[in-house]
């Protein structure tokens, strides 16, 4: 059984019994990782606690023969708390791109550059003044689309590749089902569409390419992007053929319809 040393973010933990679960893990050198937790539920264990939002240092056994290794030691490097205002949305869009990874990535592939985005992100949801969330939940929802090779083409349609141009308060329609933005001379009467005000769409592809810090100067509100997260979970929905509703964002919803009443 070989030792392996990397850094890592837990996405998810199955608990299994009272001191013992799997914990998966998004580690930077090896990508998505599944790890039994023998015992380090226990109040007794004095390794670190496994806690979400947290990057850590994680040692592991990898066995090559069983399918499944197990957790040696973990040391917390930093941890999130988000506790500026607004610390229920953070949380929120915290789990979801978790959420999101968990989902999406592929067992033991590894994925450096989004592992780093993704810490990046984090400390982002932790840091800025609340308005700027969503706008970079949606920038990091892009990142990991394009990342992962689900790019959705936002600014040219993607039946005739033409450039999809705005002009005065028509919308854009954005095919969810069909993998992006289709002009109005190939929609299809019966497609499904999100339509998309001309002020959303060049938010939108302003997204696209945005890094964090450009994207946590743009407000976008609550209630406008439920409409692009909505654009985006039905397009990688329909790419995977997998369900890829977010649990954090039914939150999120209940959290709005309390707060407007
Ligand atoms: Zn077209």
């Known amino acids: 059984?070989?030792?392996?040393?990397?850094?890592?973010?837990?996405?998810?933990a199955y608990n299994w019994s009272e001191s013992s679960r799997t914990v998966v893990f998004f580690s930077k050198e090896f990508g998505k990782i599944a790890l039994f937790d023998k015992g380090g539920r226990s109040i007794k264990s004095k390794r670190g606690k496994v806690m979400p939002f947290a990057p850590l240092e994680l040692t592991f056994y990898n066995s090559e023969k069983e399918t499944t290794g197990y957790i040696s030691?973990?040391?917390i490097h930093e941890l999130f708390s988000f506790e500026k205002e607004g610390t229920l949305g953070r949380l929120a869009y915290a789990s979801a791109a978790t959420e999101l990874i968990q989902k999406l990535l592929a067992e033991e592939q590894p994925q450096r550059q989004l592992y780093t985005y993704f810490i990046n992100y984090l400390k982002q949801i932790d840091s800025v003044d609340k308005q700027f969330i969503p706008a970079l939940f949606i920038a990091f929802f892009l990142r990991l689309l394009s990342l992962l090779g689900y790019h959705p083409s936002?600014?040219?349609?993607?039946?005739?590749?033409?450039?999809?141009?705005?002009?005065?308060?028509?919308?854009?329609?954005?095919?969810?089902?069909?993998g992006g933005s289709v002009c109005n001379t190939c929609q299809k009467a019966g497609d499904y569409y999100i339509s998309l005000s001309p002020e959303m769409f060049k938010i939108f592809v302003a997204l696209q390419t945005?890094?964090?810090?450009?994207?946590?100067?743009?407000?976008?509100?609550?209630?406008?992007v439920t409409l692009l997260q909505e654009a985006l979970i039905r397009f990688i929905s329909s790419q995977t053929q997998t369900d890829c509703g977010l649990k954090s964002l039914a939150f999120i919803e209940k959290l709005k319809n309390s707060t407007n009443k």
């Open 1 to 12: 059984m070989a030792l392996d040393k990397t850094e890592a973010i837990v996405l998810k």
């Open 73 to 75: 030691d973990i040391e």
């Open 210 to 224: 945005a890094s964090l810090q450009e994207a946590a100067t743009v407000p976008i509100g609550l209630s406008k």
């Open 154 to 178: 936002i600014s040219y349609c993607i039946v005739c590749n033409s450039e999809i141009k705005v002009g005065g308060q028509t919308p854009i329609l954005f095919g969810a089902d069909n």
